[in-house]
Each structure stands twice: as structure tokens, then as C-alpha cells.
């Protein structure tokens, strides 16, 4: 079998008449470093080098790109051909001038690739990063030993702990980039090889990053420990890779590899980078739809009913995202108030720099408040964002046929309602579908777009679209009660613990200790225990897995915004253990014949989180999810489930089937019947025989349509 990806060789004469050979990486879509492409590397430069015409070398990248790094898909299944670290030295070892042209990303291996060349030419539109540590791993080709070379081991710890890139200006301030020109591809090229050429007969001998120790004046590596232990809690590349940074700064290079050689073994072979590479691809499957060969709609202009905060954040990504935005309330009253809080976050913006304002002009000019339903005529997509009232709703739908054009997607931001019950008001049932956001809209990242049995796969298709158009982590869910990520987190078993035993701290401190961004008990004390405590106290409908919160709320404990709920906190919001609140529980308790408890931290995580994970096997079997990584997507990106574990299913998986369903069984759960089947049957969640029984429960309810 042909190897993936190749180098491509071709000659070119510089301005001053020399002549400079001209390798690019060819391996689409983004030239990941490919066994292709690193054998290419091999044979290439011996080529270059044993050619006497040739006097200098030039180091590009096809497709809009220098270079994505590593090809992460040969991970799970095993490298093979010529090691980058070694390519990359064979590189640095050229006798003739080596210059990286780059245009567009130079992300981990490629930046690692660029930092073994002797010098970097970059475009102005190109961006330079070290993101392994958002897949749990280092720069394992060099570039915990070479950044720090060049730029120092300070500002290395926070390029490579942070893993955001540079823009190409940022990366020439830092010395990263030589020269940076204006224009495309062929100018940068031009301009490369022109240096290159230039640079024939120099000493490059000072210009190879594996010389002499790195800088490490004023960094103090346990300060920095601490800092990123905090900065990315739970996390272990951050501290390997300053372990490394560390070796650069008292260690020859080679003996510098040993370190990172070491410390990024460790890592590959780790469960957190295991889960992260998992992330890295469920985030980009989850937008492809099997089974969906519809072309979507157009999506230039989208009309959102109701300015409350879900409305007014929606308008807020669909603006940034360039479409026409119509902000429809009824109530002028209501309207104002949306748009001012729009306006609001903008100067927000604009004072933390994140935007300028000739940007925020320009997406204001694109949102038209508007307190009547014909202003939607001529929408793409509206998008219907009151509060969760179904017969409001449904008028709101009706209203939709009268001035909607033919092939409007009709949407509804509802977070629990059934869709089809909804798409019954409309003369248009399969233009509706569920566009599922969380609060607030703005800021997360999930989409949940519900199908209804209805829906039309145009309109799935436009969703789909819109989702990504609006740079949403996209999901395509089935109608069921809760969707995806509020079903399965709903069933977590924080309310048994709370009631029979165990206090807040005791669970928040599990949850936290396995990553999750705060416990349940300071989560329901953001989200205020006031909000579905009143509606029960109105409806009498207290039920005995609530006495806890019902008692909270009944003492008038609705947490953050008044300063007293399962903790008690100060005018800035910090908060601390209140021995009044604990009273209350230990009296409620009391009456209901519960004792105080004590269990390990594993055993509050497996009460809180394996009903999760039985609840995501349901979802699967019932069809409501096309794959595990749907469900695990929805998870991390709707609840912060923490996403170096992969998600509650990546999570099972690591644990193993036939323990979760033993765990399960223990604690007296119901199991689903799809977990039962995966452990008679041996089977994994990445195998065929799982991924075909799983398709046929989500194409059974999919050939409803
Ligand atoms: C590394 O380098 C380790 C070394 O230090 C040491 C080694 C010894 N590999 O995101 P997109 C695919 S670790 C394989 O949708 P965009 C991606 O799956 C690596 N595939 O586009 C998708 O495939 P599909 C460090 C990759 O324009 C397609 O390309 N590097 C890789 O929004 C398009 O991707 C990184 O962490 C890869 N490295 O964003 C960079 N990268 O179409 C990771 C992408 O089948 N990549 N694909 O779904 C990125 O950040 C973004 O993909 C990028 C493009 C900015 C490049």
C-alpha cells in the first residue's frame, strides 16, 4: 500500500541566480507529518544535498498550509518509517542554507520542522503554535530543546502550556519568525527563496537551535508549576513539559532529548492524551451525519424571536458569524433591554481587547431589532428563543406560516419540549427541528440540533450548517426527553448523595478531584436553588429525590445571588463551608432517617457519574445518538465534563465494559440492555459489531422521517 503523503522536489533560480531546491509537503489536508512525508523528508534532502547546482534549500507546504504537526491518526495505530525527531536533525544538519517558507499554520511538528530550518519566512496571514498539550502531549521532535534556544525559557513555558498560537507579527516580535511578508503563497515563496539564496557561503553553524543551553533568566520553574496546576487543574503535560523546558536550560541538546524523549513516552502512552486524541477527532466527527446526503440551505439571514438572554446570545454568534440578524420580541420593553445587553457585551469586548471597535461596529450594523413577525420574511432560519412554554410556543410556530418564506428552517432554541409537538402548529412540520443552545449562547460551545421525526434531511442539513457557520460544536440529536447532554448529566447521582449523607464539600471536592470545573453542589448554587425550587413549591410538586434543595429554598438559600446555599459566600463571590447550611442538611437528614456518611472519592464519583454512563448507553440503544462520541462531545462541551478524560463513554471504555455494568449492578441501577449486550458479547465502543448495532438503532428511527 502507497504511504500517505509525500515530499515534492522541484528547482528554482533566485533573484542573485542561484539555485535553490524547493521541498513541500503534500499530505492533505493540512501536510500532517505522515510517514509519507518523513520518509519524503529523508530521501529529499539527500537529493538537495548530493545535487552540486543546488545551493540552498527551501522547506514549504502544499494545500493553504505549512504544516499541522504529527499525523495524529498514526498514533493510536503505530508509527512507522523514519522518526521526526530524527528528520527534523537531519534537517538542522543541512550543509547548505535552510529556510522555511510559511504560509498559513505551522502547528506543532510543522512549527518543529520550521524551528530545525535555519531560518522562517512567513506571510503575514500565517500563525506558528506548540498545541500538543492540548492532546495531552509535549513538543516531542525537538521543540521543548529549540523554542527555548531562540526565544528563551520564560516565554517558551507559556507558549507551550497554553498551546495557543501566534500570529505571524506576535511570532516575529518574539523571534520566531525572521522576516514577515504581505501577500500569498507564490510571494512568500518568491521572498524564501530570495533569502535563501542570500544567505549561500554565511556561517549557519549559530543558526542550529540544538547549540549552547537555553536562557532561564527570571523563570522560576516552581512558580510556574504552580501556576499552570491551577491554570490547567488535572492536567499532566503542562508539568512535563516544564520538566523539559527545565533540561534546555542546564543540559546539552542531546541530553535535553533524553528528557523529552522520556517525558513524551510517557505521555503517549498516558489515558489523558489517549482521551484527548479521542476528543480531537469525536469534536470533528460529530458535525457528519451518517446517512444525511441532503445539501443545505442558504444562510445569509436569520431572524431570532425573543430578546431575553438565549435570543439576544444567539444574535450575538450569528452576527460575528456575518449574517443578516433580525431580533424579533413583542415587547418593546423587552427588546431594549436585549439589545442594550448586547451592546453592553460589546464594550466589554472592546475593553479587553478581544474586539476592536470598528468590529463590533460592523456587527451591530448586521442585528435589526424588530417588533414585528413580518420582519422575518426574507430569513434563512429563524430561530424561536422565549421561555419554555409549549402553547407560546406553538403560537409562535403558527405565526412562522404566515410570513416565512418556502423553505425557511423553522427552529426552536427549547432546551426540553418536544419538537414534534411543536412542529404540529406549522403547515411546514419538516422545516422544524430543534436548534438546542446553552446558556449563554455566546460563550458555549455545544449545539445540540434535535431532529424531530418530522424534520426533512434539508433541514437537518441546514442546521448542520448553521451550527457550523456559527463555529458550534454540532450535534444531531434525537427527540427524547432532555436530548443528549441535559438526559444523561440529569441522571448523575448527586441528589442520592446529598440526601443520604454525605455533605456538599465531600462531593464537590470528588468531582473536582476528577476534573470536573465545579462540584454539583456549587454549580446549583450558580444556577440558584430558587429556580426549580419555586416552580416545585408552586406546583407542590416536591418529590423525595429534592428535600435537600427544597429545604435550601424553603430557607430562603438560593446561592450566589444571595449570598447563602449549600455555602455561604462573601461580596466576592468566594465562598466557604457555612455551618448553618449544614445544620439544615443534617436535620433533614435526620427526619429522613439518613445518617451522616464518609466514602472515598472513588466511590462518590461512581455514584455520581456511572448513571451517566448507563444513561448514555441508553440513548444509544433508543437511537437517540448516532455514536459514543456524540454523547461524549455534548458532555465536555455542554457541561465541562473534563475533556482530558474523553467524556463519560471514553471514560467507560478506559475503565472496561464488564466493570462499569458490575460497578452498575452493585449500586443497584438498572443496566441498560446495550451495556449488557457489549459485555456478553466482548464488545468495544470503537468495534465493528458495536458501531453496526448502533447504527441500526439510529437508522430505525431515522427511516421514521
Ligand atoms: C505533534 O505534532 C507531536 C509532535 O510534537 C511530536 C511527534 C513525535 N493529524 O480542524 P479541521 C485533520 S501532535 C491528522 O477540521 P480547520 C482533521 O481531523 C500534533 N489529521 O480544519 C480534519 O479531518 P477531517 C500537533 C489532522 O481548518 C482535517 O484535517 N498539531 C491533523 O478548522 C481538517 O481539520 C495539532 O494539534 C493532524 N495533525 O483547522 C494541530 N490536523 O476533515 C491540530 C488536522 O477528516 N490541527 N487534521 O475531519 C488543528 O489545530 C486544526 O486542524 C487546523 C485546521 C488549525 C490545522
Same mark, same amino acid.
Given at each position: 500500500?502507497?504511504?500517505k ?9 533566485? $533573484?542573485n541566480g ?5 521541498l513541500?509537503?503534500d499530505?492533505?489536508?493540512?501536510? %500532517?507529518l ?16 548530493a ?13 493553504g498550509c ?7 491518526s498514526?498514533?493510536?495505530s503505530g508509527?512507522?518509517g523514519?522518526?521526526l ?6 534537517i538542522?544538519?543541512s550543509?547548505k542554507p535552510?529556510?522555511a517558507?510559511?504560509d498559513?499554520?505551522?502547528?506543532g ?11 522562517r ?18 513538543p516531542? %521532535? ?17 507558549f507551550?502550556?497554553r ?6 507579527d506576535? %511570532?516575529a516580535k518574539?523571534? /520566531?519568525f525572521? +522576516? ?5 503563497k $507564490?510571494?512568500v515563496l518568491?521572498?524564501a ?8 557561503? &554565511? =556561517? ?9 543551553t537555553?536562557k532561564?533568566?527570571?523563570v522560576d520553574?516552581?512558580k ?8 490547567r487543574?488535572g ?5 512535563a513539559?516544564? +520538566?523539559?523546558i527545565?533540561?534546555s ?6 541530553e ?5 524523549g ?15 486524541q479521542?476528543m ?5 466527527q460529530?458535525?457528519?451525519v451518517?446517512g444525511l446526503?441532503a ?8 431572524g431570532? #424571536? ?7 446570545g444567539i444574535?450575538?454568534?450569528?452576527a ?13 420593553g423587552?427588546?431594549?433591554?436585549g439589545?442594550?445587553?448586547?451592546k453592553?457585551?460589546?464594550a466589554?469586548?472592546v ?14 450594523s448586521?442585528?435589526?431589532? &424588530?417588533?414585528t413577525? =413580518? @420582519?422575518?420574511?426574507q430569513?434563512d432560519i429563524?430561530?424561536?428563543?422565549v421561555?419554555?412554554?409549549?402553547? /407560546?410556543?406553538?403560537k409562535?410556530?403558527? &405565526?412562522?406560516?404566515g #410570513? ?5 428552517i423553522?427552529? +426552536?432554541n ?7 409537538t411543536i412542529a404540529?402548529?406549522?403547515?411546514r412540520p419538516?422545516?422544524?427541528?430543534g436548534?438546542?443552545f446553552?446558556s ?9 440540533n434535535v431532529?424531530g421525526p418530522?424534520? @426533512?434531511?434539508?433541514t437537518?442539513?441546514?442546521?448542520m450548517?448553521?451550527g457550523q ?14 436530548f443528549i447532554?441535559n438526559?444523561?448529566?440529569g441522571?448523575?447521582? *448527586?441528589?442520592g ?10 462531593i ?19 444556577v440558584g436553588?430558587d ?8 406546583t407542590?410538586? $416536591?418529590k ?7 429545604a435550601m ?6 446561592g450566589?445571588k ?6 455561604k459566600?462573601?461580596d466576592k463571590?468566594?465562598?466557604s463551608r457555612?455551618?448553618?447550611a ?6 433533614v437528614w435526620?427526619?429522613?432517617g ?9 466511590e462518590?464519583?461512581d455514584t ?8 448514555g448507553?441508553k ?9 459514543p ?12 465534563w473534563?475533556?482530558?478524560t474523553?467524556?463519560?463513554?471514553? *471514560?467507560?471504555s $478506559? ?8 460497578k452498575?449492578?452493585a449500586?443497584g441501577?438498572?443496566p441498560s ?9 466482548n464488545w468495544?465502543l470503537?468495534?465493528k ?6 447504527s @441500526?438503532a439510529?437508522?430505525?428511527? *431515522?427511516s421514521?422521517?
Open positions: 500500500m502507497a504511504m503523503g509525500a515530499v515534492q522536489y522541484e528547482k528554482r533560480t533566485a $533573484a542561484a539555485c535553490v531546491a524547493v513541500t509537503m499530505s492533505a489536508p493540512v501536510n %500532517a505522515s510517514a509519507g512525508v518523513r520518509t519524503g523528508f529523508e530521501t529529499r534532502i539527500a537529493e538537495a544535498l545535487d552540486a547546482e543546488v545551493k540552498a534549500i527551501v522547506i514549504t507546504g502544499a494545500h505549512f504544516c499541522a504537526g504529527a499525523d495524529i498514526e498514533f493510536a508509527m512507522s523514519p522518526p525527531p530524527v528528520v527534523i536533525n537531519t538542522e544538519a550543509t535552510v529556510v517558507a510559511i498559513g499554520v505551522a502547528l511538528g510543522g512549527c518543529e520542522v520550521a524551528l530545525g530550518c535555519h531560518y519566512v512567513a506571510s503575514t496571514r500565517s500563525q506558528a503554535g506548540l498545541p500538543e498539550v492540548n492532546l495531552g502531549l509535549l516531542g %521532535a525537538g521543540g521543548t530543546q529549540r523554542l527555548p534556544r531562540l526565544i528563551g525559557a520564560a516565554a517558551s513555558i507559556d507551550m502550556c498551546g495557543a498560537p501566534l500570529k505571524a506576535q %511570532a518574539v523571534g /520566531l525572521d +522576516t514577515v511578508v504581505a501577500g500569498d $507564490a510571494a518568491k521572498a527563496v530570495d533569502f535563501a539564496a542570500e544567505k549561500v557561503g &554565511s =556561517d549557519i553553524g549559530p543558526r542550529r537551535l540544538s547549540g549552547g537555553a532561564a533568566a527570571g520553574f516552581a510556574k508549576r504552580k501556576e499552570y496546576d491551577t491554570l487543574k492536567e499532566v503535560a503542562p508539568q513539559i516544564i +520538566t523539559c527545565e533540561a536550560t542546564d543540559r546539552e541538546f542531546t535535553g532529548m533524553k528528557v523529552e522520556k517525558e513524551f513516552g510517557k505521555l503517549m502512552f498516558g489515558d489523558q492524551s489517549k482521551a484527548l479521542y480531537f477527532f469525536a469534536e470533528r460529530c458535525a457528519k451518517p446526503e445539501k443545505p440551505g442558504p444562510l445569509d439571514m436569520c431570532i #424571536v425573543g430578546a431575553g438572554l438565549m435570543g439576544g444574535a450575538m454568534c450569528a460575528e458569524a456575518g449574517m443578516r440578524v433580525v431580533l424579533l420580541d413583542v415587547d418593546p423587552n427588546l431594549d433591554r439589545m442594550a445587553v448586547i453592553k457585551n460589546y466589554r469586548s475593553d479587553r481587547k478581544s474586539k476592536t471597535q470598528s468590529q463590533v461596529d460592523k456587527i451591530m448586521l442585528i435589526s431589532p &424588530s417588533t413577525y =413580518d @420582519s422575518l420574511g430569513c429563524v430561530v424561536e428563543a421561555f419554555e412554554n409549549m402553547d /407560546l410556543k406553538k409562535i410556530f403558527q &405565526s412562522f406560516d #410570513v416565512c418564506k418556502p423553505g425557511c423553522l427552529a +426552536t427549547t432546551s426540553r419540549l418536544n419538537i414534534d404540529s402548529a406549522t403547515k419538516e422545516d422544524v427541528i436548534c438546542h446553552f449563554p449562547a455566546n460563550v458555549m460551545k455545544l449545539l445540540e431532529r418530522r424534520s @426533512s434531511p434539508r437537518i442539513a441546514t442546521a450548517a448553521f457557520k456559527l463555529k458550534k460544536v454540532t450535534c444531531l440529536v434525537g427527540n427524547c426527553d432532555g447532554a438526559r444523561v448529566m441522571v448523575s447521582g *448527586w441528589t448523595l446529598i440526601n443520604g449523607g454525605l455533605l456538599p464539600h465531600q464537590d471536592q470528588a468531582a473536582e478531584s476528577y476534573g470536573m470545573k465545579m462540584g454539583p453542589a456549587r454549580m446549583n448554587d450558580l436553588l429556580l426549580f425550587g419555586r416552580e416545585r413549591a408552586n407542590g410538586n $416536591a423525595p429525590d429534592t428535600i435537600v434543595t427544597d429554598f424553603a430557607a430562603n438559600r438560593y450566589q444571595n449570598g447563602k446555599g449549600f455555602y459566600y462573601d463571590l468566594r465562598l457555612d455551618p448553618e449544614e445544620a439544615l442538611i443534617h436535620s435526620k427526619n429522613a439518613a445518617t451522616p456518611k464518609t466514602m472515598s472519592d472513588e462518590i464519583i455520581l457519574y456511572l448513571p451517566v454512563v448507563n444513561e448507553f440513548c444509544l440503544e433508543e437511537g437517540m445518538a448516532s455514536r462520541s456524540d454523547i461524549d462531545v455534548c458532555c465536555v462541551f455542554g457541561y465541562n473534563p475533556r482530558y474523553g467524556g463519560p463513554m471514553q *471514560w467507560a $478506559a475503565v472496561g465494559l464488564p466493570k462499569i455494568l458490575e452498575l449492578e449500586m441501577e438498572k440492555e446495550l451495556l449488557k449486550e457489549c459485555v456478553k458479547n468495544r470503537n468495534s459489531a458495536f458501531t453496526a448495532r448502533i @441500526s439510529w437508522s430505525g428511527t *431515522w421514521k422521517l
